[in-house]
């Protein structure tokens, strides 16, 4: 489905008529999916914003006490009247997005590998990484706490600490991490690749996370 605006008629000073200035791309939709959003810190809020802007049928939202759903839902009404919006975790979904601080509690990431394409948004100190995970096709959440326990062996203890936080990023870079995590999310659910990112100051880069050997997910 293709949710791109209509090109300009162009007149090209000849008497003949020019439509846009470039071949159309195929956009990458959210028309006729429900997508549900965990965690509403600045990232989280960004998300659901662009994922109701990008036209998803269906936005459900899970806060928590700290970052609870109703104001981000009152939001989502006035900016996008025609998506429905549902405070459940219960509804099957076609795709989720998780924000996060650092890391996702091992439960909820096994749980979003069973249910189908979701792409995390872990925010830290210094930026935020996106990682859209298709099961068995590439690194999933627990690759990427493997690979970071490689790396530093406090890890397990540290992410344990992060489950219970909010995360938080600055204002462009929530920005940017929302809407990058909704496009790739919108990736996932067209089949297209969707690779992970790292957003500092706002501006994106590539990245890799390879898939580690220790995880049961088929990847590596
Ligand atoms: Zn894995």
């Given at each position: 489905m293709d949710d791109?605006?209509?090109p300009p008629?162009?007149?090209?000073?000849?008497?003949?008529?020019?439509?846009?200035?470039?071949?159309r791309a195929r956009r990458r939709t959210l028309a006729g999916h429900h997508v549900?959003?965990?965690?509403?810190?600045?990232?989280?809020?960004?998300?659901?914003?662009?994922?109701?802007?990008?036209?998803?049928?269906?936005?459900s939202l899970a806060g928590s006490r700290e970052a609870p759903a109703a104001p981000v839902a009152r939001l989502l009404a006035?900016?996008?009247?025609?998506?429905?919006i549902h405070l459940d975790t219960a509804r099957r979904v076609d795709g989720s997005?998780?924000?996060?601080?650092?890391?996702?509690?091992?439960?909820?990431?096994?749980r979003l590998l069973l249910d189908g394409p979701h792409v995390a948004a872990l925010a830290d100190e210094s930026g935020v990484s996106i990682l859209p995970v298709r099961a068995g096709a590439g690194a999933c959440l627990r690759c990427h706490a493997l690979?970071?326990?490689?790396?530093?062996?406090?890890?397990?203890?540290?992410?344990?600490?992060?489950?219970?936080?909010t995360e938080?990023?600055?204002?462009?870079?929530?920005?940017?991490?929302?809407?990058?995590?909704v496009a790739s999310l919108a990736a996932l659910l067209e089949n297209r690749p969707a690779r992970p990112w790292r957003i500092e100051h706002g501006?994106?880069?590539?990245?890799?996370?390879?898939?580690?050997?220790?995880?049961g997910c088929g990847a590596a």
């Open positions: 791109a605006p209509s008629v162009l007149w090209r000073g000849d008497g003949a008529d020019q439509v846009g200035i470039a071949r549900r959003v965990h965690g509403l810190g600045p990232v989280g809020v960004a998300a659901a914003e662009a994922a109701a802007r990008g036209g998803a049928d269906a936005v006035r900016i996008a009247p025609g998506t429905r997005i998780v924000a996060a601080y650092g890391s996702v509690a091992p439960a909820l990431a096994h690979l970071r326990t490689d790396r530093d062996p406090a890890w397990p203890v540290l992410a344990r600490q992060c489950e219970a936080l938080q990023a600055d204002p462009l870079t929530a920005t940017v991490a929302g809407g990058l995590a501006l994106p880069r590539r990245t890799a996370v390879p898939p580690h050997p220790a995880c």
